[in-house]
């Protein structure tokens, strides 16, 4: 199956810091989206994009899909921006509508 | 207001004793699926619904069942639960495989 794999997975920061997150695939994908898991534990969706780039306020995101990576930026970073921050792909690939995982990169940021 | 709604939050169990987590959406969406979160995994799809009636498996699906009888419910089913189902689930919905997906709050289970 299609591997996908997220860096780094642990990051700390101090608030006020840019990061940028990055999530590599293995395979051509024709869905790539960002979530953000909160520390209560609930699953926002920050991003559909599957190639291109968007902006939603002081977060966005860029997928090369020709060379089968995402990247997330976060500006100047917030309190709330901590948690753990997931790419999800799926392959392309007609009568398979899996939706693949990648493990994750936690954000801290230190007030 | 928008929501996907799973029942219950919580639940401490037995090996064996059948249990139902019950999931609901509003939006009209076609597409739902089942994940489980383990420490160091990630989010696994468990298993996908395209539509009514119409329900495929994950990369996870063993121990579990689903039906899809109305469109807006997708009842996740552990027939004889055992310790290592003991997860956090979620179950998620969008307009088709390929759009954004909305989850549910989660159902953390434990089965002793």
């Known amino acids: 199956g299609i591997q996908v794999e997220q860096s780094p997975p642990d990051l700390i920061l101090q608030e006020g810091a840019n990061s940028t997150l990055r999530c590599n695939f293995s395979?051509?994908?024709?869905?790539l989206q960002w979530f953000h898991q909160n520390p209560w534990g609930q699953l926002i969706n920050l991003f559909y994009?599957?190639?291109g780039t968007k902006q939603n306020g002081r977060l966005s995101a860029t997928t090369v899909a020709t060379e089968r990576y995402s990247l997330l930026y976060i500006s100047s970073s917030q309190t709330t921006d901590s948690g753990v921050y997931f790419c999800?792909?799926?392959?392309?690939?007609?009568?398979?509508?899996?939706?693949?995982f990648g493990t994750g990169t936690r954000l801290t940021i230190i007030p | 207001e928008a929501q996907v709604t799973q029942n219950p939050r919580y639940l401490i169990t037995v090996t064996g004793k059948k249990l139902t987590v019950t999931c609901s959406q509003n939006?009209?969406?076609?597409?739902m699926s089942w994940y489980r979160q383990d420490p160091g995994l990630g989010l696994r799809q468990i298993y996908y619904?395209?539509?009514?009636?119409?329900?495929d498996k994950g990369d996870v699906p063993e121990g579990y069942k689903v039906s899809r009888k109305e469109k807006r419910n997708f009842p996740l089913i552990l027939e004889s639960p055992s310790p290592n189902q003991t997860s956090l689930y979620f179950c998620?919905?969008?307009?088709?495989?390929?759009?954004?997906?909305?989850f549910g709050d989660g159902t953390r289970l434990s089965i002793l």
């Open positions: 998620a919905s969008s307009f088709g495989p390929y759009q954004p997906q909305h």
């Open positions: 999800a792909v799926t392959i392309s690939n007609f009568g398979n509508e899996k939706l693949t």
């Open positions: 619904s395209m539509n009514v009636e119409v329900t």
């Open positions: 939006m009209n969406h076609e597409y």
């Open positions: 994009i599957p190639s």
């Open positions: 395979d051509s994908v024709n869905n």
